[in-house]
């Protein structure tokens, strides 16, 4: 370097973005490249479109990126965060590169609370070959529709951008009152 200058950069525990300009990785920006993919390829498809080891990797990646949010280490999170991220890309190049489509459009997936299966949703006309490679059970968009309860409908009209917290069934009040 001229004038004795001694220049470094040191990215550890960062990702580069934009301008050069280095950024400590949070869960939340590895929380948004994993929402991004499984919108484009469906929640949990992406990892089986690759080969074996190539999945096993990308799993030991996860676990060691779970693990580090378990520790509660800020650049251990960063540091690993940052491996997620590249994980989840190269997942995403390798199932291009081999010729996979991403979702259409008029198809989401989405993990069942309950059983922890992937659901579909579709709006359209959609190939039952292709609901059947994203989703354990589908459903067309207007029957989940026919599920809403109109006071939510209306409940939700009244407060928009509000979310439906809990589900659950009515159960008869019938314990004693205790006056």
């Given at each position: 370097m001229e004038d004795g200058q001694d220049i470094?950069?040191?990215?550890r525990p960062s990702v580069l973005l934009g301008l050069g300009v280095s950024k400590m990785v949070e869960i939340s920006d590895v929380d948004r490249v994993a929402n991004r993919m499984e919108s484009k390829w469906g929640v949990e498809r992406l990892p089986r479109l690759v080969s074996d080891f190539i999945t096993a990797k990308f799993d030991q990646q996860r676990d060691a990126f779970n693990a580090a949010i378990e520790?509660?280490?800020?650049?251990?999170?960063?540091?690993?965060?940052?491996?997620?991220?590249?994980?989840?890309?190269k997942l995403d190049e390798m199932a291009t590169s081999e010729g996979h489509?991403?979702?259409?459009?008029?198809?989401?997936?989405?993990?069942?609370?309950?059983t922890g299966k992937t659901i579909g949703i579709y709006n359209g006309n959609v190939s039952l070959m292709e609901l059947?490679?994203?989703a354990d059970a589908s459903f067309p968009l207007e029957d989940l529709?026919?599920?809403i309860p109109?006071?939510?409908?209306?409940?939700?009209?009244?407060?928009p951008g509000s979310e439906?917290?809990?589900v659950r069934d009515r159960r008869p009040l019938d314990d004693e009152i205790p006056f």
């Open positions: 470094s950069i040191d990215v520790s509660g280490d800020q650049d251990r999170i960063s540091d690993i965060g940052a491996g997620m991220i590249r994980a989840w890309e489509r991403s979702l259409p459009d008029t198809i989401w997936t989405v993990k069942h609370p309950g059947r490679d994203v529709a026919k599920f109109n006071v939510l409908v209306n409940a939700l009209e009244a407060f439906v917290g809990d």
